[in-house]
């Protein structure tokens, strides 16, 4: 258990590829294996997020760019 609680600790101070070993069988497998599905299913809607933002900074940029240059007509 002492274990488990230092590698949940690393995961929240930022170090997301940590996770919970455990060899044995029982309740405590089935949690830790529980706290591992939750810990990459964050990892990858962190990175969702991230992507999200990126391509939004992307669009706003472009249009800024859009609006700002003028259009000529002859």
């Known amino acids: 258990m ?3 609680a230092f590698q949940i600790r ?5 170090q997301r590829d940590e996770r919970i070993e455990c060899n044995e069988e ?3 497998f089935f949690l830790f294996q529980s706290v591992n599905t939750l810990s990459a299913i964050l990892n990858a809607q962190t990175e969702r997020e ?3 933002n990126y391509f939004l ?3 706003i940029s472009d249009i800024s760019h859009q609006l700002k240059t003028p ?4």
């Open 2 to 4: 002492e274990n488990a």
């Open 10 to 14: 690393k995961y929240l101070s930022g």
């Open 26 to 28: 029982g309740e405590l």
């Open 50 to 52: 991230k992507q999200t």
């Open 57 to 59: 900074k992307s669009m």
């Open 71 to 74: 259009l000529f007509c002859k």
